[in-house]
């Protein structure tokens, strides 16, 4: 894996097929997980316009109408959807009134990430082209992401994330495809904690030079 650059057309990285698969394989996992971890959320039918979709689909997260306030039981999709105030009322009024439209917009930038990773499916390392007009959310995507592993390693600090550069090179880093072959799960998770880290921090990094440099994406 290179992380993103900016050139003229975009932001590019370059993946491996295997580096791919994984990464759309979990953007859509975790599109799932907000897609069926709401309580009180009815079930919808259909699937998106795009060509590519999460495992399990079932339509767009409803949106535009009061929902259950209660917080999703998965703490992993608390993560993605916390509280909006230490207030227990004022929390659960936000999450009455905005947890579905915020879950389908997470839902919506997951979709595009994996429709963009595989894409072309390129049988060697190639391009990951993102264009300016999609990189805060392919940038939200991967921060949603990395937010699902972080809380499935059991991740609270900085000193625990850097920590785990530590434990792949006591452990040995075979990369996403061989870590998960290996039998090693919680090896396979920190790789591609890591892997998305370099991706997010590197793709935050080209949007904040265009920034300053006047050029960007949305309008």
Known sequence: MRPFRAEAHGYVAELEPSERIVLAQLAGDVAQM??????????????????WSPPGWTGPVPGGHASDAT????PAVR??????????EVAAEFRRFTQDDLAARKVGRLVLLGRTLVDSEPTEAAPFVVVREEAEDVAGALTDVRLVLAERLGLRTDEQVEGLY????REGDDGPDGAEAGGAPRRFLVSVFLLTG?????????????????RGGRR
């Not at 917080?71 to 998965?74: A, F, K, L, R």
């Not at 993560?79 to 230490?86: E, G, K, N, Q, T």
């Open 34 to 51: 907000l897609q069926e971890g709401l309580p009180g959320r009815p079930g919808t039918s259909g699937v998106p316009d795009d060509a």
């Open 71 to 74: 917080p999703p039981p998965d």
């Open 79 to 88: 993560r993605l959807l916390p509280d909006a105030s230490d207030d227990v």
């Open 166 to 169: 530590d434990e792949l090179d």
């Open 198 to 214: 370099l991706l997010q921090e590197s793709l935050v990094d080209g949007m904040l030079a265009d920034l300053r440099a006047g």
